[in-house]
Nanobody, 123 residues
């Protein structure tokens, strides 16, 4: 069974950077899936913040993070990373990675989810 585990969250000052990692286990190759990063702040809906296709040929970023977030694969480590820079207070949320057949900003298209990692941006 494919399992995902996020890591790298924490407390960072506004303007700072963090890199999140999404590692796969269970004998599955993460490179076979589209991998999305989502976030959910308290009392808000889950929001897609990045996605990379299985061939890494397609990348997706909403306007809210474009130019600040970068998604990348390391197939040798079976891991997908989300580099976040110029962090803002509104980036505070629990960040999740998830796998699906293709990229989408709709969480319902993703079938396997990690447990999430908290990112808190302070002023």
């Amino acid at each position: 069974q494919l399992q995902l585990e996020e890591s790298g969250g924490g407390l960072v000052q506004a303007g700072g950077s963090l890199t999140l990692a999404c590692a796969a286990s269970g004998g599955y190759t993460l490179g076979s899936y589209a991998v999305g990063w989502f976030r959910q702040a308290p009392e808000k809906e889950r929001e897609g913040v990045s996605c990379i296709s299985s061939e890494a040929g397609s990348l997706y970023y909403p306007l809210s993070v474009k130019g600040r977030f970068t998604i990348a694969r390391d197939n040798a480590k079976n891991t997908v990373y989300l580099q976040m820079s110029s962090l803002k207070l509104e980036d505070t949320a629990v960040y999740y990675c998830a796998t699906g057949a293709r990229c989408s900003d709709y969480p319902g298209f993703f079938t396997t989810w990690g447990q999430g990692t908290q990112v808190t941006v302070s002023s």
